[in-house]
C-alpha cells in the first residue's frame, strides 16, 4: 500500500521555525520528484516548494521564496520541509506529493500521490 506521511505541524509563534517530515511507505521517494503544497480555509491548493530525484533543484512558491527549504534524505525515505520566519497567512494544511516525470512542479495535477496532510498555525 502506497502512502505519504506528514510529520511536524503544530501551533508555532509569527517569526518562528517548523520543520515538516513526509515519510515514504510502499513507496521509493528517490525515485521520484516531491513536492509540497498547502490549502487554507476557502482557498485553492497552493505550491509551496519541490525538489527534483537528484535534489540539484529546487523550487519554491513566491511566498515561501527565502524562507522555507526543501530537501530529501534517500536513506530515510523522506522529504522534510523546513520553515522559518512564519507568518499567519502560512496558517494551512501542508501535503507532501510524489510527482508524475515532466518538468511541471508546480501543479498540483502533476503529482500522483498525495499525503493526508499536516496542520500548521502561525499565531500573532
Known sequence: QVQLVESGGGLVQAGGSLR?????SGLTLSNYAMGWFRQAPGK???FVAAI????DITVYGDSVKGRFTISRD???NTVYLQMNSLKPED???YYCAAKYPGNSYSQTQ???Y???G????VSS
Open 74 to 76: 534517500s536513506a530515510k
Open 110 to 112: 502533476a503529482y500522483a
Open 91 to 93: 496558517t494551512a494544511v
Open 114 to 116: 498525495w499525503g493526508q
Open 52 to 55: 527534483r530525484r537528484s535534489a
Open 118 to 121: 499536516t496542520q500548521v498555525t
Open 44 to 46: 485553492e491548493r497552493e
Open 20 to 24: 515538516l517530515s513526509c515519510a515514504g
